[in-house]
């Protein structure tokens, strides 16, 4: 597998990391991230989460400074996951459900694919926006070497 310009890492920064890893801690497991507890680093803490068979990591920070966070301002819109199944999204919708997030959209099918695109949003701590989303045509696509086919 050819690593060059792939996503090695997402770091996302909470107002309360023990909170948000209450939260983050099922619905990464459930991804199939191996979840890291918190580490000191400079004058704060993260976890390093990482997904073994893809080698992409989600890293959680203990913000130093509060700032409500805005899918509309510049910066960070939402953060989107693959799911391998339509029942895997659905069973990311159930689990976010009792986790007590507050879903936006979904799960549903939605235009942005003509191979199929069945996602569900979400909101996680700190109002930070998350989608995961089944694409069939993505595995196929990524095996043919051409993923903007999807």
Do not use: C
């Not at 976890?47 to 910066?75: C, K, L, M």
């Not at 069973?91 to 199929?116: I, R, Y």
């Amino acid at each position: 597998m050819d690593l060059h310009g792939s996503i090695n890492h997402i770091a996302l920064t909470v107002s309360d990391l023990d909170e948000a890893m209450r939260f983050y801690t099922p619905l990464l497991e459930e991804l199939g991230y191996t979840i890291n507890g918190p580490m000191p680093y400079k004058e704060t803490r993260l976890t390093v989460n990482v997904h073994e068979r893809n080698g992409t990591a989600v890293n959680i920070w203990q913000a130093s400074r509060q700032h409500p966070f805005d899918i509309y301002e510049p910066g960070l819109h939402h953060l989107a996951f693959n799911a391998s199944s339509k029942a895997a999204v659905d069973a990311v919708h159930q689990l976010v459900v009792a986790l007590g997030a507050t879903v936006l959209d979904g799960p549903a099918e939605f235009p942005f694919s003509h191979k199929g695109y069945y996602a569900v949003y979400f909101l996680g701590p700190d109002g930070v926006k998350i989608e995961v989303v089944h694409m069939p045509g993505l595995a196929d696509a990524i095996a043919r070497g051409n993923a903007s086919a999807a």
